[in-house]
């Protein structure tokens, strides 16, 4: 919590300034939110995604001493274009998950050994991540 909270903090600060050296100082953690997005889509997707998008592992913010590092939250872009800010783009997902797609396109990392072995396929992903194979970028 108290890290949601410094987080806040952090961020209304970036809004005030502007300066370069201060965005790099502050690429410090994989649950950082560094993609600009709005605070309001950012509680949206959280409350959404308390599971992993992908492989459905339950998440935590921040890792616990004795967790799984695994099941730590970040943030994904399904769609692979860090443009598209938007509720149907915007997701969480595991850490495992996140580093073995990362700038994959999702059609894909689906058919990957890593989502085999996981056994992620477009029947047991998320909602939202259904919805993006739907279209033609996914
Ligand atoms: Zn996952």
Redesign the pocket.
């Known amino acids: 919590m108290a890290s949601i909270i410094a987080n806040i903090r952090v961020r209304r600060l970036r809004k005030r300034l502007t300066s370069v050296t201060l965005d790099v100082g502050l690429q410090s953690g994989a649950n950082v939110n560094d993609w600009d997005i709005p605070d309001r889509l950012e509680e949206e997707v959280k409350e959404r995604d308390k599971a992993?998008?992908?492989?459905?592992?339950p998440m935590v913010d921040k890792m616990r001493p004795s967790g799984p590092r695994?099941s730590v939250a970040t943030w994904e872009h399904i769609i692979n274009n860090r443009y598209i800010i938007t509720r149907e783009n915007i997701a969480r997902?595991?850490v495992?998950?996140?580093s073995s797609k990362r700038t994959k396109k999702l059609s894909y990392w689906m058919h990957s050994s890593y989502c085999e072995k996981?056994g992620?396929n477009k029947d047991t992903v998320a909602e939202v991540v259904k919805k993006a194979l739907e279209t033609e970028w996914g």
């Not at 992993?52 to 592992?57: A, E, I």
Request: proline letters at 0%; aromatic letters at 8%.
């Open positions: 992993c998008v992908y492989c459905g592992v695994r997902c595991c495992a998950c996140n996981h992620i």
